[in-house]
C-alpha cells in the first residue's frame, strides 16, 4: 500500500469522488478538539472510519489544507495545523471589518421570513445556554455566522470568512464550552440579531465589532490563566 503522500496525484477521476459530508465531518471534529494539534491525520484510518475511499479522504484532506485547518507534510502525510492564539486574535481581529460588514449588508436587505427564523435563532440560542446544553449553542452559533454569511450576499466577504472562520472557530468553540463566557456570548450573539431584525446597518456592524473584541478579551484571559501555572513551575 502507498504512502498518504506516495500516491498517484489527484486528477480529474479522484476529485470527482469528493464527498462534502466527509469533509464537513473531518472539519467538525477538528473544530471540537477530537484531533488534536499537531495530530497525524491517517488517509488509511479516516477511510475506513467515515466507511469513504481514500481518494475522498484525500480530497478532503485537501480541502481542509485549503482552509488553513490541516498541514500537508512532505512525504509524511497530513496532521492538524496548530493555530496559536496569537493567531487566532489576528484572525479575529481580521474578521472584525468582514464580518461586520456583512452583519451590515444583511441588515439593509432583510426579509421578513429572514427577519423571522432570525429571530427564532436567538430564542434557541438563549434557551440552549439557559439549559446548561453548551453543545447545542455552539453548533447554534456557528449557524448563525454562516447564515449572516449567506443573506449577505456579499460573494467576497463570505468566501474570506468561511477561511478564516474555519481557523479560529476552534479557540471559540473552547470559549464557548466555559458556562460563565457561554452567557455573555449569548447576549453578544442576540444583540448582533436584535440589530439586524431592526434593520439597523451602523448597529449591527457595532454589535459584531463588540462581541469579535469581548472574544478577543477572553481569549487573552485563558492563554494566560492557562500559562500562569506553567510559568510559575
Given at each position: ?9 489527484l486528477?480529474a ?9 466527509v469533509?464537513d465531518?473531518?472539519r ?7 484531533y488534536?494539534?499537531n ?19 484525500r480530497?478532503?484532506?485537501l ?18 495545523r ?15 471589518g ?8 444583511t ?13 427564532d435563532l436567538?430564542?434557541r440560542?438563549i434557551?440552549?445556554?439557559?439549559e446548561?446544553?453548551?453543545v447545542?449553542?455552539?453548533r447554534?452559533?456557528?449557524?448563525l ?18 477561511r ?10 473552547k470559549l ?12 453578544e ?10 434593520r ?5 456592524e ?11 478579551d ?16
Amino acid at each position: 500500500m502507498s504512502s498518504v503522500t506516495g500516491g498517484p496525484p489527484l486528477g480529474a477521476e479522484a476529485a470527482a469522488t469528493v464527498d462534502p459530508s466527509v469533509t464537513d465531518v473531518i472539519r467538525e471534529a477538528i473544530i471540537r478538539g477530537e484531533y488534536a494539534p499537531n495530530q497525524r491525520l491517517i488517509e488509511a484510518d479516516l477511510s475506513a472510519a467515515f466507511s469513504a475511499s481514500r481518494a475522498t479522504v484525500r480530497t478532503a484532506l485537501l480541502e481542509l489544507a485549503g482552509e488553513g485547518l490541516v498541514e500537508r507534510l512532505p512525504n509524511r502525510g497530513s496532521r492538524v495545523r496548530a493555530i496559536s492564539v496569537d493567531e487566532a486574535i489576528e484572525i479575529l481581529e481580521v474578521r472584525i471589518g468582514v464580518e461586520g460588514l456583512c452583519a451590515a449588508k444583511t441588515a439593509a436587505r432583510l426579509s421578513d421570513e429572514d427577519a423571522a427564523a432570525l429571530a427564532d435563532l436567538r430564542t434557541r440560542m438563549i434557551e440552549s445556554v439557559a439549559e446548561g446544553d453548551l453543545v447545542e449553542y455552539s453548533r447554534l452559533h456557528l449557524s448563525l455566522d454562516v447564515r449572516l454569511r449567506e443573506l449577505s450576499h456579499h460573494a467576497t466577504a463570505s468566501e474570506v470568512l468561511a477561511r478564516l472562520h474555519a481557523q479560529s472557530v476552534r479557540h471559540q468553540f473552547k470559549l464557548s464550552s466555559r458556562p460563565q463566557r457561554a452567557k455573555v456570548s449569548v447576549l453578544e450573539h442576540a444583540a448582533i440579531i436584535d440589530a439586524v431584525v431592526a434593520r439597523n446597518p451602523d448597529a449591527a456592524e457595532l454589535a459584531v465589532r463588540r462581541h469579535l473584541l469581548s472574544v478577543i478579551d477572553a481569549l487573552r484571559e485563558v492563554s494566560a490563566a492557562e500559562a500562569g501555572p506553567a510559568s510559575a513551575g
